[in-house]
């Protein structure tokens, strides 16, 4: 039972109201935050005909199934880190030109992930040509290569990975 007489079957229904608090009510209404007195069932029901209407004790529980939301939590979590990914490499870019010197160290602190973080980018970008490391091991430079390199990522000249 609801407040008052009212029940599920009667919520259901719709258009009918029974108002807790008279005062609190109208300044809803007066402030525009409540549309109409018992529409809000019909809304949720036309909206949501999957809602489960419960009672235990003196409590009226409503229950949305959102398989949808999950579905659309996935896509975005690929969508972030898609993202996040583009814009760390962006900046690996962007102080490889500034500086072809940087090690991975220097490039781990200015960017504040992990060596290991870099280094994966680092592979990455030269898997898809878009950097290059010229010279030895130790005392090479990086080249930001606007177009495409082979498929080694090095275009056959050094290949360090610091």
Known sequence: MNYGTLTIDDLRKGNISQ????????LFRR????EAWGRGMPLILKNEPDVVFREIGNL?????NRTSFLEQKDEGEAVTQETTQETTQEKIMASLRAEPTLTRKLLAQRLSISEDGVKYHLNKLKAAGRIRHVGPTKAGRWEVVEGRLDASGDGGVGGGDE
């Open 60 to 64: 009226f529980i409503v229950a949305f």
């Open 19 to 26: 108002r807790r608090n008279p005062l609190i009510a109208d």
């Open 31 to 34: 402030i525009e935050m409540v």
